[in-house]
């Protein structure tokens, strides 16, 4: 009986928990809560209130889900990661970015709280974009920030999810950005352009950054690398029709997670992919349409770490 009590009592701060971070973090109402849950408004509402008496919840939810908690256990023995931290889903919005940027600004702020310096190095996209908001005020003067690729557009202007100074502007941290545009026109003009003083001192950086956070981009037609216009039609039919599954900072990878034989990967100025034998390399992405580069990536070790939601936690383990 005691043990049934315990099961029902972890169960109801699940729920809890659950309906706290739907009402706290997605901005869902009672109603919908109810009804995403499978209970009435006033359960719902109950709920909520409980998740707060018990101090689940803060500014954050803090009370971890235990299906989350059992879906990043099996992802970390499936794969062989070193980290991994799953959070609750919408299922009215599952490209919902906010949990996954509490997440890792969570794990982001613990390494920035370490008094020791330490080099952070950063890709872009919308995740660690959102993921930077999310950071509280800090002032880390010693740690050094560096980005791991260009922020130059095909059209010669400013991306505008570069995280790495956006994060430098919220903690304080040094920065260094990355000297080089994502792609040359060239292997020769590459050539050239990683001898600059700047760029082999950036290089460096990222290949001794303690931590690495890197977005996964997808290569169907709303690949981020499509979109913004570096690959050309051509280009990327030829590569889908490759094999292409997914890329990390710009490297295309297959869906054994490795780099695909292209022109294109051969053009790519961002450093080297991090070493996850020696360093820490931690990808925040999650929903339907990556889940294909994300299982790539798993596949071929290029990542050690995974910040992803529920439902594409359950996608990624079949």
């Known amino acids: 009986m005691t043990a049934d009590r315990s099961l029902t009592e972890a169960s109801r701060l699940d729920d809890a928990a659950r309906a706290g971070w739907l009402y706290y973090v997605a901005g869902n109402t009672q109603d919908e809560i109810a009804r995403k849950l499978g209970v009435s408004r006033q359960s719902a509402q109950r709920l909520v209130s409980l998740a707060v008496s018990e101090r689940l919840v803060k500014v954050r939810i803090d009370h971890p889900i ?26 009215d919005a599952p490209e919902l ?6 997440a ?21 996209g919308r995740a660690l974009k959102a993921c930077v908001r999310q950071l509280p005020q800090m002032d880390c003067p010693q740690h050094r920030l560096v980005s791991l690729l260009g922020n130059i557009m095909s059209d ?16 304080g941290g040094r920065h260094y950005p990355f000297p080089l545009p994502v792609v040359a026109r060239d292997p020769e003009d590459l050539a050239h352009l990683k001898e600059q003083e700047a760029a082999r001192s950036t290089f460096d ?48 990878f297959d869906d054994d997670g490795q780099l695909v034989d292209c022109d294109f990967n051969r053009r790519v100025a961002s450093a080297p992919l991090p070493d996850p034998s020696r360093q820490r390399i931690i990808a ?5 349409a990556k889940i294909r580069a994300i299982r790539a990536a798993l596949n071929g070790r290029l990542i050690n770490g995974l910040i992803t939601n529920e439902a594409t936690a359950r996608a990624l383990l079949p």
């Open 284 to 288: 925040v992405a999650a929903g339907a």
């Open 66 to 91: 235990g299906a989350c908690m059992d879906l990043a256990r099996e992802l970390t023995d499936r794969y062989g990661l070193d980290y991994c931290d799953v959070v609750p889903s919408d299922p």
């Open 104 to 124: 890792a600004a969570n794990e982001l702020t613990r390494v920035l709280k370490d008094p020791e310096p330490r080099i952070i190095a950063l890709g872009t």
């Open 156 to 171: 010669g202007s400013a991306t505008p999810y570069n995280a790495t100074i956006r994060m430098a502007d919220r903690v």
């Open 97 to 102: 970015l906010t949990g996954l940027a509490i």
């Open 205 to 252: 950086l990222c290949a001794r950054a303690d931590l690495a956070l890197v977005g996964i981009g997808q290569m169907d037609r709303s690949a981020p690398l499509f979109v913004d216009g570096f690959l050309s039609e051509k280009e990327w039919s030829d590569l889908a029709a490759n094999g292409a599954a997914g890329e990390i900072i710009s490297w295309i």
